[in-house]
């Protein structure tokens, strides 16, 4: 089954995975953090764009973001629609629209995976079962590469709206708080912190 067929409802079923809604962020001191000139001009040459496609959100605004945190982070690796397929599960596979692993200079993505991005074109809550199957086909990727790394996050987004998730345990907790693009030093504060936690 692609990660795309996935309710919570078939979680629940095949991995007793739960989900719920709170606040990720509200009583941590987040950081905002200021866009490099170079991001700036980045979104700022997508005024004149046509961005009707879940494809164009992607590649014109979506990736300039996490290359920006990258860029702060060069520990880090981004993969862009890299197959994050489960051994010897069939219900696990697809492609994921961004895979963060906290590993350098590496080819293909290789545990730690911490956190994964997947791109909507309407509604960022079309993205969230999708979004929690991968999170937790991340864990037993590190799982099974010696990396246990229990806490996953991600995000899902049409570009402007911005939703993140956290599976811990059997819990995927959907964070109540949206975040917007035009706040973008609060959002690029967000996933620092998240970045952070990998250090």
Same mark, same amino acid.
């Given at each position: 089954?692609?990660?795309?067929? !996935?309710?919570?409802?078939? =979680?629940?079923?095949?991995? @007793?995975? %739960?989900?719920?809604?709170?606040?990720? *962020?509200?009583?941590? /001191?987040?950081?905002?953090?200021?866009?490099?000139?170079?991001?700036?001009?980045?979104?700022?040459?997508?005024?004149?764009?046509?961005?009707?496609?879940?494809?164009?959100?992607?590649?014109?605004?979506?990736?300039?973001?996490?290359?920006?945190?990258?860029?702060?982070?060069?520990?880090?690796?981004? !993969?862009?629609?890299?197959? =994050?397929?489960?051994?010897? @599960?069939? %219900?696990?596979?697809?492609?994921?629209? *961004?895979?963060?692993? /906290?590993?350098?200079?590496?080819?293909?993505?290789?545990?730690?995976?911490?956190?994964?991005?997947?791109?909507?074109?309407?509604?960022?809550?079309?993205?969230?079962?999708?979004?929690?199957?991968?999170?937790?086909?991340?864990?037993?990727?590190?799982?099974?590469?010696?990396?246990?790394?229990?806490?996953?996050?991600?995000?899902?987004?049409?570009?402007?709206?911005?939703?993140?998730?956290?599976?811990?345990?059997?819990?995927?907790?959907?964070?109540?708080?949206?975040?917007?693009?035009?706040?973008?030093?609060?959002?690029?504060?967000?996933?620092?912190?998240?970045?952070?936690?990998?250090?």
């Amino acid at each position: 089954m692609a990660y795309s067929d !996935f309710t919570f409802g078939k =979680l629940k079923k095949l991995y @007793n995975i %739960e989900q719920t809604e709170t606040y990720l *962020f509200k009583h941590l /001191a987040i950081v905002h953090i200021n866009p490099s000139l170079r991001l700036e001009e980045d979104l700022q040459d997508t005024e004149d764009m046509p961005l009707y496609t879940e494809k164009s959100k992607s590649e014109i605004i979506i990736y300039p973001i996490i290359r920006e945190l990258k860029k702060k982070n060069p520990f880090i690796t981004v !993969f862009s629609g890299y197959s =994050l397929n489960i051994e010897g @599960n069939k %219900e696990l596979n697809g492609n994921p629209d *961004f895979i963060i692993s /906290a590993k350098q200079g590496i080819a293909e993505p290789r545990s730690p995976i911490f956190c994964l991005f997947e791109s909507k074109n309407k509604a960022p809550d079309e993205g969230f079962a999708q979004c929690a199957a991968e999170m937790y086909a991340a864990r037993l990727f590190n799982q099974e590469n010696n990396e246990p790394y229990e806490t996953i996050y991600g995000a899902v987004t049409n570009a402007y709206d911005w939703v993140f998730l956290k599976l811990e345990g059997n819990t995927v907790y959907i964070d109540k708080e949206r975040y917007f693009l035009n706040e973008l030093p609060k959002l690029l504060g967000i996933l620092q912190f998240i970045v952070n936690q990998y250090k």
